[in-house]
């Protein structure tokens, strides 16, 4: 029974795990004061859609709710618009 203990005992640790609360991200529009988020702003957008088209999430983005929403809503509208690919190449 030692030795099922020792072996545990010395099991290597995921990355980040075990070092306490991470730090929130702040929201990058709050912080800007940016109040409404713009379709034709395609460059900004990109930072917020993952390389295969796809819309990045609060957890990831660092977005607030409310930010988030108009995120979501100028990608679809941009992409509507051909401004942004749908799809990644």
Known sequence: MDKDRDRTSSR???PGEGKGPA????????REKIEEVDYKNTGQLRRFASEKGKIR???ITG???RHQDQIAVAVKRAREMALLPYVGA
């Open 12 to 14: 290597r640790r995921k």
């Open 23 to 30: 730090k929130r991200k702040s929201c990058y529009f709050c």
């Open 57 to 59: 999430s609060r957890r």
């Open 63 to 65: 977005a607030c709710r």
